[in-house]
């Protein structure tokens, strides 16, 4: 073998070292990048999750503070009441936003409700066939023909802001006993105009233009007085809600979290009923 064909050889494994060597270090470099990464998801996690549990006392307040005087424009699609949405950037250059709206429960119609109740012709007519089985919370929902959640940032027809779905501590779920058809109470302060022109109608009381034009005004209108008779009550109509579901949603760099949360006034406060994660 000649001195430049062992020349030749050295070079060709000297070049094969480096390629290895570089192989290595793109390894090495594309592994920490993605330990960087999974390290930096986790705390985004941690942070959004804080943000989330931050927003309990802005919840609270408003429902001590605001509920009784809630109102709800009378053409709005949705009992929705925007309660908080604050955008920032963190002296590290994150980007954060947490966004807070609630739904009146009483502003929609209890899906239980009589199946023949005139109600129903003010729901959109795609959740008319809705079943909710034995399902007693949105989470529950195994199928529905449009989303399950309703959005704190816009509207977007969703079966959380048609119809009340909420754990009832007087309901008997089980698979072998149906759900009995319960008398619907309206939020008349809340509920979307056709439903309250339903309301009114079956219950046969009630000043529709006196109600519109205070709600349009931002103002709740006290409740029709009720009818003390012997006759069946078709639909029960108060002017404050005792029920109400929060959306809280929060972002760090783009990762979100989201919470459902049920309140119910009890013993002169409001209490969680339910809480999970939105994974939609």
């Known amino acids: 073998m000649t001195y430049s064909h062992k020349r030749g050889i050295a070079l060709l494994l000297v070049l094969a070292s480096l390629v290895m060597v570089t192989g290595v270090l793109g390894l090495l470099t594309l592994s920490a990048a993605q330990a960087h990464r999974a390290s930096q998801l986790v705390i985004d996690e941690h942070r959004a999750d804080d943000l989330l549990r931050s927003c309990e006392p802005i919840v609270n307040e408003w429902l001590e503070k605001h509920v009784p005087r809630v109102a709800v424009d009378p053409e709005s699609s949705e009992p929705k009441i925007e309660i908080a949405s604050i955008e920032w950037t963190d002296n590290d250059g994150t980007e954060c936003f947490v966004r807070v709206a609630a739904w009146d429960l009483l502003g929609m119609l209890p899906p239980e409700t009589n199946s023949s109740s005139p109600l129903w012709l003010a729901v959109d007519p795609i959740l008319r066939d809705f079943e909710r089985g034995d399902a007693g919370s949105l989470c529950e929902i195994s199928s529905s023909p449009v989303s399950v959640y309703p959005l704190t940032d816009e509207y977007k027809l969703a079966l959380g802001s048609q119809l009340s779905i909420y754990p009832r501590s007087d309901s008997r779920r089980t698979l072998n006993t149906p759900t009995t058809p319960t008398t619907p109470t309206i939020n008349i302060n809340t509920a979307p105009r056709p439903l309250l022109e339903a309301a009114l109608r079956l219950a046969q ?14 103002r709740p209108a006290p409740a029709p007085p009720r009818i003390d008779d012997d006759g069946e009550t078709f639909v029960e109509l108060t002017g404050r809600s005792t029920l109400w579901a929060v959306r809280t949603d929060a972002s760090v760099s783009g990762l979100r979290r989201s919470w459902w949360t049920v309140y119910e006034s009890r013993r002169g406060g409001w209490e969680i009923i339910e809480r999970h994660a939105i994974g939609e």
């Open 205 to 218: 009381r009630g000043d529709i233009a006196t109600i519109l034009a205070a709600r349009a005004d931002g």
